[in-house]
C-alpha cells in the first residue's frame, strides 16, 4: 500500500552539461527546465520504490511544472516529491525544486503503476 505523504528529495549539483544551452532547450548557461523536470520525476519515482512487487515499476504519465526562477552553474538544486494521492495504480505528487536562494518550479506529477515485462512487450510489439 502507497500511503500519502510519502516523500522523496534528490539533489544535484548544476554543471555545464545540464544548462538550457547544453540541452538546446534555451541559449543561457543556466539550469535546464528538461533537467528540473527530470529531477522531479526521479525524486517520484523513488519514492515509490520500497512499495514496488517483485517485477513492478512505475512509467510517469502527467507533468504540469513551472520553472520560475533560473539556477547558475555551480550552485545545488535539490528536487522534492510528495504523494498527495493515490487512486488504484495511478500516483499523483506534488512536485517542488529548490536551490540554495529558494524555490525554482514547482507543479504536480502522476504516475502508473505496471508490470515491468507486460509494459515492455506492449512498447516493443510497436517495432
Request: one cysteine or more; glycine letters at 12%.
Amino acid at each position: 500500500m502507497i500511503y500519502v505523504g510519502t516523500k522523496c528529495q534528490l539533489e544535484q549539483v548544476v554543471t555545464n552539461e545540464l544548462t538550457a544551452a547544453a540541452v538546446g532547450s534555451g541559449l543561457l548557461p543556466v539550469f535546464g527546465t528538461p533537467y528540473m523536470s527530470g529531477l522531479m520525476e526521479n525524486a517520484a519515482q523513488s519514492a515509490l520504490g520500497v512499495f514496488l512487487e517483485e517485477g513492478q515499476g512505475s512509467v510517469g504519465t502527467e507533468l504540469n511544472i513551472c520553472h520560475i526562477s533560473a539556477t547558475p552553474v555551480g550552485l545545488e538544486v535539490r528536487a522534492e516529491a510528495e504523494v498527495t494521492a493515490v487512486d488504484g495504480n495511478t500516483i499523483t505528487f506534488q512536485v517542488t525544486a529548490f536551490d540554495e536562494c529558494g524555490k525554482i518550479g514547482e507543479g504536480t506529477h502522476k504516475r502508473v503503476l505496471v508490470n515491468v515485462q507486460r509494459f515492455l512487450d506492449k512498447a516493443y510489439n510497436k517495432l
